[in-house]
């Protein structure tokens, strides 16, 4: 079974710009989440996605934003660029279903997006 | 609040040399805690779910257990291959699905 895919892995962008990224989540994976990784802060949450809605909502203004599609795959975008918006991009997949065995939904996570603004 | 603290924030540890990785959480109601491994420029890598006080899963030279207040990653006989960051969550009753991150902890084994 595949696992999660990002695309692209790498980018290079300038301040201003804008970005999105995209994240096949696995076969029959219906939530997709996005973080956001930096050396100084971790793994800071975004937001999720489970059937085309956004479920949950990390604390990031509103030039990030995302959304899901009817095959689950997500994309998550960044307007107007900023110095700070530099980091590894992380998504993650989880099958969230009414059978998620005992209620707690592993996620699994794919190799990252990593976005440098210069 | 929700919140997941780890300790120490880095190990050094000899070939050979066992030790033991804590995650204390706060929470709610737990839904389930996960340890994952992540090596630098990677995505985390799934090791365990845990659910319940009590609960304890193996894997290779890893054991992870679980108390109502913290967990710890045992390592048994490390070797350099399993220097990583080992990071802990938690999925709270509450909140839904959210999934709330440590910091991690950066573990150096040497030959």
């Given amino acids: ?118 | 609040e929700d919140q997941v603290t780890q300790s120490p924030e880095a190990l050094r540890l000899q070939e050979g040399e066992s030790s033991s990785l804590n995650c204390s959480y706060t929470v709610s109601g737990l839904r389930g805690l996960f340890w994952y491994r992540q090596d630098p420029g990677k995505g985390p890598e799934f090791l365990f779910t845990l659910y319940s006080a009590g609960e304890e899963k193996e894997k290779e030279r890893l054991k992870a257990t679980l108390t109502k207040k913290e967990s710890f990653l045992h390592i048994t006989a490390p070797k350099p291959e399993d220097s990583a960051t080992y990071l802990c969550a938690v999925q709270a009753i509450t909140g839904g699905f959210k999934t709330i991150f440590g910091a991690g902890t950066r573990l150096f084994v040497k030959a």
Avoid at chain 1, 1 to 18: E, F, M, N, S
Avoid at chain 1, 54 to 70: A, I, T, Y
Wanted: hydrophobic letters at 30%; aromatic letters at 12%; charged letters at 15%.
């Fill in chain 1, 1 to 118: 079974k595949a696992g999660v895919t990002q695309t692209p892995r790498y980018l290079i962008k300038t301040r201003g710009q804008q970005v999105t990224l995209s994240c096949s989540p696995i076969s029959g994976h219906r939530s997709v989440s996005w973080y956001q990784q930096t050396p100084g802060q971790g793994l800071q949450f975004l937001f999720e996605y489970f059937s085309e809605t956004q479920r949950n909502k990390g604390n990031f203004p509103g030039r990030f934003s995302g959304r899901q599609f009817s095959n689950s795959r997500s994309e998550m975008n960044v307007s107007t660029l900023e110095l700070g918006d530099s980091a590894l991009y992380l998504c993650a997949s989880s099958i969230t279903s009414a059978l998620t065995f005992r209620g707690a939904d592993t996620q699994y996570f794919g190799p990252g997006t990593r976005l440098t603004v210069l």
